[in-house]
C-alpha cells in the first residue's frame, strides 16, 4: 500500500486530507459506538447513530472516488472501501450487545478493522495539504482515546492489545498529549473567526470528559461512557463542521 501511495505522489495525484483525516476519526468513532452498544444493551438510538455514521463513511469514500485519477489512486481507494466494508459489518455485530456473551473473535475484530482504515490513512502520502488540518488531527487522537475508554468500559479484555500488537493505552500520556496539543490550537487559532470556536468547544467538551481518565485504573470507579461517547462524538462533528465554514 505504501508503495500504491508514493506512486500516486509521482503522479501528482491528490486526495483531500481533510476527508482522508475524517475517516480515520471515523474509524473509531464505529469502534466507540460498537462498544456503546454493549454498555447500553444495543439502545436502538445508539444503533442508528452508528449506521448513520458507517452511512456517511460510504459516501465519504464514494466521494474520494468521483475524484480519484490514475490507477495508484483508484486502487487505494478501493482498499479503504474495502476496510471500511468490514469495519461496518464488525460495527453492526456486537455479540456482546445481541446475545449477552462475550465473543473474543468480534472484539478482536473490531480492534484490527479499525487499526487497517487508521493506517491506511497514516501510511499514504497521496493527501494535499489541508487548512486546519492539526485541529482533524486532534479530533482522531480524541476519538482513538474515547474508543478505547469505551471498549475498557464494556469489557476489561475489549482494549486494543486484543488481537493485536498494540500495547496497553497509558491513558494519563495521552491525556497529557491532547492537554499540549489543544494549548497549543489554542493559542494558534486566537482571533481565527472559523477556526477559534471550534478550538474553544474542543477544550470545553474536553475538560469536562478529562477529569474521567484517571478513574480507568480504578476498577471500583465509576465510568462515564455515555457522556465520553457523547462529548467525542459532538467533538468530531463541530470538527467536521470547520470544513464548511471556510
Partial sequence: MAGLCLLG?????????????????????ARTGFHLLSIRGNNP?????????????????AALKTG?????????????????VALAKRAR??????????????????????????????????????????????SVRLQKLASEYL????????GLPTGTQQSPMDFAVSAQAIDTRLSSLVDRYRGDKAAEPVVGFIR??????????????????????????????QIAEKVESLA???
Avoid at 480519484?68 to 471500511?84: D, I, S
Avoid at 471498549?151 to 475489549?158: D, E, M, R, Y
Fill in 9 to 29: 505522489q509521482m503522479a501528482q495525484a491528490e486526495l483531500p486530507a481533510r476527508a482522508l483525516t475524517e475517516l480515520q476519526a471515523d474509524a473509531w468513532r
Fill in 244 to 246: 464548511v465554514a471556510y
Fill in 151 to 158: 471498549a475498557l468500559s464494556a469489557f476489561p479484555s475489549a
Fill in 68 to 84: 480519484t485519477h490514475g490507477e495508484p489512486e483508484t486502487q487505494w481507494v478501493a482498499e479503504l472501501q474495502a476496510a471500511w
Fill in 204 to 233: 470545553q467538551r474536553w475538560e469536562f470528559i478529562r477529569g474521567a481518565i484517571p478513574k480507568m485504573n480504578d476498577n471500583g470507579a465509576s465510568k462515564i461512557p455515555y457522556l465520553f461517547a457523547r462529548y467525542s462524538n
Fill in 45 to 61: 438510538a445508539d444503533q442508528n447513530a452508528l449506521d448513520e455514521l458507517l452511512a456517511r463513511g460510504n459516501e465519504k469514500i
Fill in 93 to 138: 455485530n456486537n455479540p456482546l450487545a445481541t446475545q449477552g456473551y462475550a465473543d473474543y473473535g468480534a472484539m478482536s475484530e473490531i480492534n484490527t478493522d479499525t487499526l487497517a482504515v487508521d493506517r491506511l490513512v497514516r501510511d499514504c502520502k497521496l493527501a494535499s495539504a489541508s487548512r486546519y488540518q492539526d485541529i482533524y488531527a486532534l
